[in-house]
């Protein structure tokens, strides 16, 4: 319930405290019976006109424009970097054979070595060894 009083407020002072009350000026009060709650009255007073409520409804808009272009942008980013990732590793991939086939490439040669090592030449015409 909500009382309203039309009469608007004043000091009251001693002189007036102290005449009869028939020199007051009449109390005109309405009573109203409201089935809102004084949250809700007070929400409806508060509420923005029209023009705030559309540069409201244009500021989120453009907010979810904006959300919208830099979660393209950030997805493109991702893709982007997904793929150099690939790239990436299949280059060390490559990289690691190349390694792997150079590595073979010495022990192949080191066992040469270590035999052409171990053979002795021997020359039939004079009879001398060769190394």
């Known amino acids: 319930m909500q009382l309203f009083s039309c009469a608007a407020a004043s ?3 001693a002189e ?3 005449k009869p009350a028939d020199h007051d000026p009449p109390l005109d009060l309405q009573l109203s019976i409201s089935l809102s709650t004084p949250e809700r009255a007070a ?3 508060m509420r923005a006109p029209p023009s705030c409520v559309e540069a409201l409804r244009w500021q989120a808009a453009e907010q979810i424009r904006l959300a919208t272009t830099e979660k393209a942008y950030a997805e493109r ?3 982007l970097t997904r793929r150099e990732m690939e790239m ?3 280059e060390f991939a490559r990289a690691r054979a190349m390694w792997e086939r150079a590595r ?3 022990q192949r ?3 040469i070595k270590e035999r052409l090592d171990s053979i002795s030449a021997t ?3 004079c009879g001398s060894q060769q190394r």
């Open 11 to 13: 000091p009251l002072s």
């Open 16 to 18: 007036r405290l102290s």
């Open 43 to 45: 929400m409806r007073k």
């Open 77 to 79: 980013v991702r893709e």
């Open 88 to 90: 990436a590793q299949s």
């Open 104 to 106: 073979e490439e010495v």
């Open 109 to 111: 040669a080191e066992r």
């Open 123 to 125: 020359c039939h015409s």
